[in-house]
């Protein structure tokens, strides 16, 4: 059974870095045919598309965020980080990390979701 789940803080400053891990569990983030993402659900819009990094390591980053946005991971930890930059209240949401496979839309695995607030 794989497992994600997500840690960081729940407010942010604007202008400030947004820094989130993924751990994973049940699965090696470099296992090939798979796929490790973070998406995220801002209040009343639908879910939206920030990035993801193959079991290769190669990265692949929504259009509309990739100037802020950083993806990474620690092999030996069996992690992935987003970072997001610059940070502003249309940030705000929930935040999700999940594993998909290649070739495949759908995601199979998320984490529960962690609150994200951009406020000063």
């Known amino acids: 059974q794989v497992q994600l789940q997500e840690s960081g803080p729940g407010l942010v400053k604007p202008s400030q870095t947004l820094s989130l891990t993924c751990t994973v569990s049940?699965?090696?983030?470099?296992?090939?045919?798979?796929?490790w993402a973070w998406i995220r659900q801002p209040p009343g819009k639908g879910l939206e598309w920030i990035g993801s990094?193959?079991?290769?390591?190669?990265?692949n980053y929504s259009p509309s965020l990739k100037s802020r946005t950083s993806i990474f991971r620690d092999t030996s930890k069996n992690q992935f980080t987003l970072q997001l930059t610059s940070v502003t209240p249309e940030d705000t949401g929930v935040y999700y990390c999940?594993?998909?496979?290649?070739?495949?839309?759908?995601?199979?695995?998320w984490g529960q979701g962690t609150q994200v607030t951009v406020s000063s």
């Open positions: 990094i193959g079991y290769s390591g190669s990265t």
């Open positions: 049940g699965g090696s983030i470099t296992t090939n045919y798979y796929y």
């Open positions: 999940a594993r998909g496979v290649h070739s495949s839309s759908s995601v199979d695995y």
